[in-house]
């Protein structure tokens, strides 16, 4: 009889702890499921708006890479207003120096240019801008040697025909001093060589639609401005002029696309650099507008012009 109850207790036991482990005893399933959810599952992080307004002023071959960004950060930032000018990377350097701008964007390092307290400024390199010689679609070129276009450009060179295009006297189109797409272009295309006088003109647009409506016509424009055929961009020396041999070295007229700050980059000025700087804005945006990622260069430049490979 006693071994009868014995039994049982343990059965009745053993039933109890398998009922308590399906519905009762310690963490239910649900509890460790959803204690579980909550470890794995990531908060997620408030995005940060920014408010008050950036004034940036300078070259005029970034402008449309400057302002493309500004319309997409104004757009995640409604509270933001940036006011994207040219004039110039003279211009643009002058104007942050001196404190009436926050940003001033220059294609050229400050220390190029005279008059500029480059120890006061901060250098943050954006983009990289390739640059060609274009010419009036009827001059019937598109490649050119080096030393002739620097012959063309100091007017040593005055008729098309010399070059085996069209019977059409040259007309050049240049920029006035303060232009940094002059000094890039003067520097690394005609070796130096102070260019023989012609028609002076700062903006890149305009310089397209004159060169577009003159005869014979011959300028110089950032990569960026290549959307169409109004316009021939020339290849020199058998180079054309194309993204790819800029980063590789092959084509000699580049240029870092610089956004100086004095001092260092603060508040709004600072947010928007780093946004040019995003992944986003260096891989997509550059390429949409024409720009090179700095990130992509197999080759750097200094002050002095000096290329070296990375």
């Not at 990377?89 to 104007?95: A, F, K, M, R, V």
């Not at 109004?230 to 870092?256: H, M, R």
Request: proline content about 4%; overall charge negative.
């Amino acid at each position: 009889m006693k071994s009868f109850k014995k039994l049982s207790l343990l059965t009745l036991f053993a039933a109890l702890m398998v009922f308590m482990a399906a519905c009762g005893g310690g963490t239910s399933s649900t509890e460790k499921t959803a204690s579980n959810t909550e470890k794995e599952t990531p908060k997620t992080e408030e995005k940060k708006e920014f408010s008050g307004s950036l004034v940036v002023s300078g070259s005029s071959a970034m402008q449309p890479l400057v302002a493309a960004a500004a319309e997409e950060f104004m757009a995640a930032n409604p509270n933001v207003d940036i006011q994207v000018n040219a004039g110039g990377s003279g211009t643009g350097l002058s104007q942050v120096a001196e404190g009436s701008v926050q940003i001033g964007n220059s294609d050229v390092f400050a220390e190029e240019k005279e008059g500029i307290p480059a120890d006061q400024l901060v250098d943050h390199k954006v983009a990289v801008v390739g640059m060609t010689a274009a010419v009036n679609p009827k001059v019937g070129i598109k490649d050119i040697k080096k030393e002739d276009l620097i012959k063309v450009f100091t007017g040593k060179i005055t008729n098309w025909k010399e070059l085996g295009g069209k019977d059409q006297k040259i007309v050049l189109v240049n920029r006035p001093d303060s232009s940094g797409t002059r000094a890039v272009f003067n520097k690394f295309a005609l070796d130096g060589a102070t260019p023989a006088e012609g028609i002076t003109e700062d903006s890149s647009n305009t310089v397209k639609k004159i060169i577009n409506e003159t005869d014979g016509a011959i300028g110089y424009l950032a990569f960026s401005y290549f959307t169409d055929d109004s316009v021939t961009p020339l290849a020199i020396d058998g180079v054309e002029p194309t993204g790819e041999n800029v980063q590789s070295g092959k084509f000699p007229v580049w240029a870092y696309e610089h956004s100086y700050t004095k001092g260092e980059a603060t508040d709004l000025a600072k947010e928007f650099i780093d946004y040019m700087m995003s992944d986003d804005i260096q891989n997509n945006l550059l390429k949409e507008q024409g720009y090179l990622p700095v990130t992509k260069m197999k080759v750097e430049r200094d002050a002095e012009g000096k290329q070296t490979k990375k």
